[in-house]
């Protein structure tokens, strides 16, 4: 069974930074570095938000609007893990944040869909707030 676990969430004063982790194991996650690798958040009453993802390689990544220029998704496949540094943090960036991982698709088109990931982690909490 794969599993994604998050660490590295916490209480930040707006203008902080947080360093989220997402490390990733199993008997079936035989190659990381087959999956894309996304980050979402949530806030109670609302769907998944895309945040980030990265590719097979890291040779690629996007981000949403509202974190662009303030966050960087990277990963290191030896270590199975990817990352999210998020600097400059708002009040309204605070939610539960997921990684999540898309063993199945073929190309980056639809990377920023919550419903294309196959496995996702328990989530770490980032409260913003001074």
């Known amino acids: 069974q794969v599993q994604l676990v998050e660490s590295g969430g916490g209480l930040v004063q707006p203008g902080g930074s947080l360093r989220l982790s997402c490390e990733a194991s199993g008997g079936t996650f035989s190659d990381f570095s087959d999956y894309i690798m996304g980050w979402f958040r949530q806030v109670p009453g609302k769907e998944h938000e895309f945040v980030a993802y990265i590719s097979w390689k890291g040779g690629t990544t996007a981000y949403d609007d509202s974190v662009k220029g303030r966050f960087t998704i990277s990963r290191d496949n030896a270590k199975n893990t990817v990352d999210l540094q998020m600097n400059n943090l708002k009040p309204e960036d605070a939610a539960v944040y997921y990684c999540?991982?898309?063993?199945?698709?073929?190309?980056?088109?639809?990377?920023?869909?919550?419903?294309?990931?196959?496995?996702w982690g328990q989530g770490t909490q980032v409260t913003v707030s001074s």
């Open positions: 999540a991982a898309d063993g199945e698709s073929v190309g980056l088109g639809f990377a920023d869909r919550a419903d294309h990931y196959d496995y």
